[in-house]
Structures are given as C-alpha cells and as structure tokens.
C-alpha cells in the first residue's frame, strides 16, 4: 500500500523526543544529587511518567506521521500497554542513570534491556493498529530498528549518567546538546522500525473505529508537551527551592559557627575569652584536686594602654592587643591557656608546674618577651604588662578566688612601678579593694562636687612678695576619708578619669580667679600640674583654651606644669605641645626639674618660662652641703642662661631660703613660706600685700 509521511509531524516528533530526553536528563540529575535525598521516589515515579510519556508520545505522532489511503485506529487496550511498557522502561533508564556507580557490564545489560523495552513498545503500538492482514516485516530491518534502540538506549543512559551531577559550567547548554542527540536516536529507531513495515495493498484498519486520529495527533501533542512542560517548570522551581534551602541551611550552620566562636572566643585576638577561660580553670582545678599537682593564674594589664587608645586612636590599640596577644602567644603556648577577659587584661594558665617558683619563671620570661617594641600600622610602640601571680590551691580553690586574688596582685605589681609582676600575698586583698573602692569613688566625686582646690603661694625669693600660687588637687570622701593626691592620682591616671579631673582643676581655678577678681583683688597667676594622660589628649589645648575662655580669664593667668620625666619621654611631641601651648597665651613650667635626664638641645627648643626644681636639690642643700650647693647654683645658672625663671619648692628651713636667695632663685615656695591654702584664706592673703606688677607665673 501505498504511504507517505506528514514531515510536520515527524518534525514534532523529534521535539517531543528531545524535551522527553531533556526532562529525563534533569530528573536524572535531581536523583543524583544528595541534598535531595527523601524525594527521589517521587522524582523518580514522576520522572518515570514524563519520560514514558513522552517516548510514548513521539511514538505515536510518529505513527500518525505514516499517512495511508485508509482511516486509521488504534487499539486502546494494546496502546494503553504499550504506554505501560514506555513508563516501565523509563523507570528502569531512570534507576540506572542515576546510580552512583555504573560499570560497563551494568551499562551493557541495562541498554540492551532498554532497547528491548522500547522496541516492544514501538511494535506494540503498530499492532494496535490491528491491520487486515497483517503488517508484514523486513526481519533484517526489524534486527536493525531493535539495534539502534539497544545503542541509543546505551548512549542515553551513559549520557545521563554522565551528566547527572550538576555542578562546573553550562551545564543546561551541555544537558540541550545531549537531549538532541538523545531524540535523535529515539525518532531514528522508530522510522527504521516504520521502514520495516510493509502493508498489503487492500489491507484494512481493524481499529478505526476504536481511536480516531483525527485528533490524536493534537491531543497527544498538546498534553505531552503541557506536561513535560510542566515537569521541567516543577524541577526547576523546586530546584531553587532546594537551593536557596540548602543555601540558608550553610548560612545558618556558618551563623551557628560564628555564635559558637563568639561564645568561646574574642572576637579581636581569637584567644579564649572570659567563660572559655572559667570552664578550663574548673577543670583543671578539678584535676588538681585529684592529682595534687599546683597550677598558676598569672592576670595581666597592659600599661599605659588606655593613653595609646586616647592618643592614638582606636585602630591602633586594637593593633596593639592583637600584636601582644599575638607575642604573648608565641612566649607561653606550650604553658597552658592563654585567654582575653576584657579590654587590656590577659590571662595565662599555668599548669603541671614543678615548683611554685615556675610561675615567676613565666612571669619574667613573658616580661622579657615583651622588651622590644610592638610594630602597629608602622608605629613601634613598646608595650609592657604589670603581672599578679595566684597559686592553686593556696591562693584560692574557686574560679573567681583564684581570678581575684590573682588580679590583686597585679594592683601591687602597677603600685610597684609597672613592668614588674607580683606574687599574691594575702594582705594585698586589702590594697586592692583599697584601690576599686577609690575607682568607684572618683567618678562619684566628679558627679557630687566632692573635690576641692587649695593654693599653694609663691614667693619672690628676694623680696618676700607674693607673686602667684600653685593649685593643688584635694579630695574627701565621705566613706573612704581624706585621700592625698599621692593616693588617688595614680589611680586616676589608669581608670582615665584624669582627663575629666584635669578639665574640671583648670575650670575650678578659673572660677576661682573670677570670684577674686570681683572682689577687687589684685590679679595672680595660678599654675597647675598636667599628667602625662592629659598630653595624650590630641585636642587638649585647644579644649584649655575654650575653658578659660568661657569664664572670661586670659590665658596668661595660667600656667602648666610638666614633669622633666614626662617631657623628656617624647621629647619631639612635648616641643610641639608647648608650642602649641604658647600660640593659645598659655604659658609653661618644667616640673621636678634634675630628676629626670635632661637634654639641653630639647631644653633649648622648649622655651618654657620656668624650671622648677626638684625638692630633693632643696632638701640636699641642708643635707649636703657644698655638693647640693653646686648642683643647684648650675641648674639655676644654666636657666638664666636660656631666660628661664627658676622656682625652688619644698623650702621648709631659713638656711635652705638663704642659700637659694644667695644664689638668685628666682621663686620659691614650701612650708616654711606658706602651707596650701582654701581658696577663701589664700584670698586674704592676697588681700593683706600688694602684688608687684607685673606678676610672675607661679
């Protein structure tokens, strides 16, 4: 009989038979992949359908494409088995496919079952058209339509296999050419498959009537198609699903990571922090318990570190933690658990100790470490700890005794100088809760007005006048009692309160000068002491004068007192300070002058208006006579020589104000003169003597 081809159709078969490929190509991958372990059965029965169908689908256009001079039907129950037979084998592609493993054996018996399976289906679908006689077959052709479907069947699975996993680059563009090549071998084992059918001239359609082909061809397209569609569309939304899933399943893990090193460690150095470091003590106090064996807490604050973070700035101290942390780390690894508990305090561990000596032994070795300077952002800075040494089980059996105890120690080791570690003794409980209870005291007595001034005079040493004072710093509390500035400076200066305590003295004394002044008294200059934590301030002048502004006092009234020692630590910056001082009217005095070591090319570019000695030169004049006589007439010729004024303190006996007076210092102040006075007494002093004019600096 003879026939002909719709070429619309075979064409649309082909596109049905790729977007089958495709569809089982991406089911293939979704089985493949771990994270979506739990759905494959569903993936794989609906995979299963998709494929099958669609194979099935490109079948039958295929068959519908084969145009003949009679009406063609199918069978409906031998097509609804062929369909069963595309699905089943699909299933079985589908399994195999996405095997992790697939060996060339396995591969081999699966694709000849395949290609079986679909040649079944495809001969199956031509005897529902029940032909009158029968269709007569090319064995030859037969044999070569079922070898096609056994090596595109191999070439299928391999390529599924193959590209099961998605992961790399172009993946769907590599998936789009597999799924062509794949259609392809299916449509050409099903036109060899029609190219081996020969119909009998008169032969008829037994199943015409059962289904009609007018619209087969439409129905299977549209829904074939629709639901291939809709099976890719499905995959890929729940692929995105399953991605953003697994990808907010990694962030919460990273998250839960992060909190968890959060938890255990600082975040700036990454060494254990505070509860990190209290487990670990429990424990191994736990094991000391049971071995008998010591272990030390060695509790550490870096000096001076709060005036780096003031001057310097935030980054660079948080430089300066990480680099010691990290020094501090490469110095007593192998000793035990090195930990941050806050700000500039560190922590070490010291366990399996031989002796409690050992614990020194670490406390010098980290000192020593420490002697070379610290580069940060280009900065050496030399970074130095004050170190409190606690022993278990003598120095405390609890976490917190051993951590307290160990920090009262450091107190003392601060109190000593600094750069030093101390070992706890029991008595230094009491220094320590001495100095946190003048910690706590000072921010209340700078809320509740609780500091006072008195002044200081200041003599001309030849003539006995009055020509100024110095303002001196007084504090009662109403708990801890009177504290001399000895006391409760130091603390000061490493709580940083100073700087609010500075800001307060200058607006003090500027009050002060104006309730003088509108008594009708005659005008003094008042000199005040400035802390080396106040010169770390980068805006310290600039806030001086604004302060004396405010009150309507002139800058020349005031003078600032710097130790020789401060001075001469950063000599280069205290010359830029002073400078900077003089621009705004101020005016400047070198304190405890011969204690320190001088430069006279640096005491040259000072240019400040006075040296003050020291009272240990003033005191060696009654003490040592010609040899204390000699120093102190060279330090007051030498700043006669440079136009500087100089101011003896702690004159307490005649003989000492006669040598001074022989030698033309030029101020002197002291007990024998004049004890600090309130603000009120040092008034009447001013009242009963006329100041000579103009007045000196005191």
């Known amino acids: 009989m003879n026939s002909s081809y719709n070429l619309s159709l075979v064409a649309l078969s082909l596109i049905v038979a790729t977007m089958a490929s495709y569809t089982?190509?991406?089911?293939?991958?979704?089985?493949?992949?771990?994270?979506?372990?739990?759905?494959?059965?569903?993936?794989?029965?609906?995979?299963?359908?998709?494929?099958?169908?669609?194979?099935?689908?490109?079948?039958?256009?295929?068959?519908?494409?084969?145009?003949?001079?009679?009406?063609i039907g199918f069978d409906s129950r031998i097509t609804f088995v062929s369909l069963a037979?595309?699905?089943?084998?699909?299933?079985?592609?589908?399994?195999?496919?996405?095997?992790?493993?697939?060996?060339?054996?396995?591969?081999?018996?699966?694709?000849?079952?395949?290609?079986?399976?679909?040649?079944?289906?495809?001969?199956?679908?031509?005897a529902a058209m029940r032909m009158s006689p029968g269709i007569d077959f090319n064995l030859p052709r037969v044999g070569l339509s079922v070898l096609i479907a056994i090596v595109a069947s191999i070439a299928a699975l391999w390529i599924a296999?193959?590209?099961?996993?998605?992961?790399?680059?172009?993946?769907?563009?590599?998936?789009?050419?597999?799924?062509v090549v794949m259609g392809i071998a299916i449509c050409g084992m099903h036109y060899t498959g029609m190219w081996a059918a020969s119909i009998e001239p008169h032969a008829i359609c037994l199943s015409a009537n059962d289904v009609d082909t007018r619209w087969m061809a439409l129905t299977l397209t549209v829904f074939t198609i629709s639901l291939l569609s809709a099976t890719l569309l499905l995959s890929m939304a729940e692929r995105r699903f399953v991605r953003r899933t697994a990808e907010m399943s990694t962030s919460l893990s990273t998250l839960n990571r992060q909190l968890l090193r959060l938890a255990t460690?600082?975040?700036?150095?990454?060494?254990?922090?505070?509860?990190?470091?209290?487990?670990?003590?429990?424990?191994?106090?736990a094991r000391s318990g049971r071995t008998g064996r010591p272990f030390a807490v060695l509790y550490m604050d870096l000096?001076?570190?709060?005036?780096?973070?003031?001057?310097?700035?935030?980054?660079?101290?948080?430089?300066?933690?990480?680099?010691?942390?990290?020094?501090?780390?490469?110095?007593?690894?192998?000793?035990?658990?090195?930990?941050?508990?806050?700000?500039d305090e560190f922590v070490v561990m010291v366990e399996q100790l031989s002796a409690p000596q050992d614990a020194a032994a670490v406390a010098a070795l980290i000192l020593t470490r420490m002697e070379e300077d610290l580069l940060v952002d280009g900065v050496p800075l030399r970074i130095t700890p004050s170190i409190g040494i606690a022993m278990h089980p003598r120095d405390g059996l609890t976490v917190d005794d051993l951590?307290?105890?160990?920090?009262?120690?450091?107190?003392?080791?601060?109190?000593?100088?600094?750069?030093?570690?101390?070992?706890f003794e029991p008595e230094m409980m009491k220094t320590a809760m001495r100095v946190h209870s003048i910690q706590r005291g000072l921010q209340e007595a700078l809320t509740f007005g609780r500091f006072t001034l008195e002044f200081q005079p200041k003599y001309d040493g030849a003539a006995a006048r009055l020509v100024g004072c110095e303002a001196l710093l007084r504090w009662t509390d109403p708990v801890l009692g009177v504290l001399t500035p000895l006391e409760f400076i130091p603390v000061a200066e490493r709580s940083g309160h100073i700087i609010q305590i500075g800001y307060w003295v200058l607006a003090e004394?500027?009050?002060?000068?104006?309730?003088?002044?509108?008594?009708?008294?005659?005008?003094?200059?008042?000199?005040?002491?400035?802390?080396?934590?106040?010169?770390?301030?980068?805006?310290?002048v600039e806030r001086m004068r604004a302060i004396v502004d405010a009150h309507g006092?002139?800058?020349?009234?005031?003078?600032?007192?710097?130790?020789?020692?401060?001075?001469?630590?950063?000599?280069?910056?205290?010359?830029?300070?002073?400078?900077?001082?003089?621009?705004?009217?101020?005016?400047?005095?070198?304190?405890?002058?011969?204690?320190?070591?001088?430069?006279?090319?640096?005491?040259?570019?000072?240019?400040?208006?006075?040296?003050k000695i020291d009272r240990f030169f003033t005191d060696g004049l009654d003490k040592h006579g010609e040899e204390a006589y000699a120093i102190v007439s060279a330090i007051i010729a030498l700043a006669h020589s440079l136009k500087m004024d100089v101011v003896a303190e702690g004159v307490e006996t005649a003989t000492q104000l006669e040598k001074l007076n022989s030698l033309f210092c030029d101020q002197v102040q002291g007990f024998l003169l004049a004890k600090p006075l309130p603000p009120d007494t040092f008034a009447d002093l001013l009242r009963a003597q006329t100041l000579a004019a103009p007045a000196q600096v005191g």
Request: with cysteine; net charge positive.
């Open 403 to 423: 951590l307290r105890n160990a920090d009262a120690a450091m107190y003392v080791a601060k109190q000593s100088g600094r750069n030093t570690y101390r070992v």
């Open 161 to 179: 296999h193959a590209l099961r996993i998605e992961q790399g680059r172009n993946v769907t563009a590599r998936r789009c050419g597999a799924a």
């Open 265 to 285: 460690l600082d975040a700036l150095t990454e060494l254990p922090n505070r509860s990190t470091l209290s487990q670990r003590l429990a424990r191994a106090i």
């Open 24 to 71: 089982a190509l991406d089911i293939a991958g979704r089985l493949a992949n771990p994270v979506e372990r739990g759905r494959q059965t569903r993936w794989l029965i609906g995979g299963a359908l998709a494929f099958g169908l669609g194979i099935w689908a490109m079948h039958f256009i295929g068959m519908l494409a084969f145009e003949l001079p009679i009406r």
């Open 509 to 540: 004394t500027c009050r002060t000068l104006v309730a003088w002044d509108k008594a009708g008294l005659a005008p003094t200059k008042v000199a005040i002491n400035l802390s080396p934590v106040q010169l770390r301030e980068r805006d310290l």
């Open 85 to 126: 037979v595309a699905v089943g084998v699909s299933y079985f592609a589908l399994r195999v496919a996405s095997a992790t493993i697939l060996s060339a054996r396995r591969l081999g018996i699966a694709g000849v079952l395949m290609g079986f399976g679909i040649s079944s289906m495809h001969y199956l679908g031509m």
């Open 303 to 343: 000096d001076g570190f709060k005036g780096i973070n003031d001057s310097l700035g935030h980054a660079i101290g948080d430089g300066v933690l990480k680099a010691f942390a990290l020094r501090l780390r490469h110095a007593v690894r192998r000793y035990g658990t090195i930990a941050r508990i806050g700000g």
């Open 553 to 611: 006092i002139g800058p020349e009234r005031i003078m600032f007192e710097i130790t020789e020692s401060v001075a001469m630590h950063d000599a280069e910056k205290t010359v830029a300070y002073i400078r900077g001082f003089h621009e705004q009217g101020f005016e400047i005095a070198i304190d405890d002058f011969g204690t320190g070591y001088s430069s006279l090319a640096y005491l040259q570019q000072f240019r400040v208006k006075q040296l």
